[in-house]
Structures are given as C-alpha cells and as structure tokens.
T-cell receptor, first 113, second 114 residues
C-alpha cells in the first residue's frame, strides 16, 4: 500500500507568480484535502475534493483553486502569490465518510520572496 | 465556529517520565478527534483516532481519552523516550455541515531529555 506523496518537496517563488502543488492519494482513497500550515501554527483547512468535485472550502480567497483527477490525485493552484502564502502545504487523503481517518503526506514547503 | 486549544504550548521532561497533553474544543458536536505527531518541517503522522462514541483509544505507550460533553481530550504518553520529541497536534472533525474538515490546535512541542 502506497502512502500519500506530494511534489515538489520545496519551492521558491516570487510575489505575483503562480504555483501548482501536486498530491497523490493513498491507494484506495477517493477524498483529498489540502491544508496550509504557517510557521508555529496548526494546519488550516483550504478545501476538499471528493470524486473530482469540491466538497467543502475553508476561508481562503478564490486565487486558491484545486483539481482532482479520475485517479484521485489532486493539484493545488495558487495565483498572484503573496508573501503570507509562505507555508507548509499539506495534502491528506481518506476514504469516503467523515468517520474515516485522514492520512497526511510529507508536505510542500513554499517560500514566497 | 469550532476552536481547538492545546495546553501546554511546550513541555520539557526527563526521559522515562509519564506525561499528559491536553486538548479542548468549543463545539462538542464532533464526529471524531485525531491526535497527530509532527517532526520539524515534516508532515503529520496519525497516532490515534477516537470516534465520538468512544471514550478512549490505546496504541503501545499512547492512550488518548475523549470527553465529548466537556469538550476535552488528553493524550497520555507512558515512559517517555527522546524519540518522542516532536510537536503533537490535536484535531477534531465536526459533524453536520462541517464534517469534511479537520480543525487543528496549534500543538504542544514536546522535548524529552536523555
């Protein structure tokens, strides 16, 4: 069984640029959630995708968008990067219902200069 | 709006000590509560998941309890080891319309000294 993987590991961008982060869910999981973790803080929910549809969204502006593919892998896109977007971006996968455990990937460290 | 608080923010103990980490949440309408471990700059490792109908879960030296009515959970670590040093995060999954997301506390930074 393959765990959750994310790419790239680290990324450096400048303000105003766009970035795409990728996540492969754990085998058999159909739900992917994205979280942003600023330094010294707990992760904050960005959005969730279930069977290729956005299933819920946190308090993030529209320049944060996502996609889920038929194989349940997912992308997080951020446009017009701001300095405050610098954070660890975590992807989590799970199977269906709210009762099931979420499994997290290693994260992508994004630095915006 | 669900808020999760973890106390203490940091804890330093000598090796071999038993310890308790605390988590409180403001809305008792939850599906489950999950404890995670995070090493510096790394992702989250799930330690224990407690469903709302359960009172506790155990895994090795770890025991987590849940008192939903009072909005509290504790993570008990027995016979602590230097390898237990990490940040421990508590997260709750809301019920009803917010059951798609986890709400996290800021974590407790644990240091176990040899």
């Amino acid at each position: 069984e393959t765990g959750v993987t994310q790419s790239p590991t680290h990324l450096i961008k400048t303000r105003g640029q766009q970035v795409t982060l990728r996540c492969s869910s754990q085998s058999g999981h159909n739900t992917v959630s994205w979280y942003q973790q600023a330094l010294g803080q707990g992760p904050q929910f960005i959005f969730q995708y279930y069977r290729e549809e956005e299933n819920g969204r946190g308090n993030f502006p529209p320049r944060f968008s996502g996609l889920q593919f038929p194989n349940y892998s997912s992308e997080l896109n951020v446009n017009a990067l701001e300095l405050d977007d610098s954070a660890l971006y975590l992807c989590a996968s799970s199977l269906d219902s709210a009762y099931n455990e979420q499994f997290f990937g290693p994260g992508t460290r994004l630095t915006v200069l | 709006k669900q808020e999760v608080t973890q106390i203490p923010a940091a804890l330093s103990v000598p090796e071999g000590e038993n310890l308790v980490l605390n988590c409180s949440f403001t809305d008792s309408a939850i599906y489950n509560l999950q404890w995670f471990r995070q090493d510096p700059g790394k992702g989250l490792t799930s330690l224990l998941l407690i469903q709302s109908s359960q009172r506790e879960q155990t895994s090795g030296r770890l025991n987590a309890s849940l008192d939903k009515s009072s909005g509290r959970s504790t993570l008990y670590i027995a016979a602590s080891q230097p390898g237990d040093s990490a940040t421990y995060l508590c997260a709750v999954r809301g019920s009803g319309g917010s059951n798609y997301k986890l709400t996290f506390g800021k974590g407790t930074l644990l240091t176990v000294n040899p």
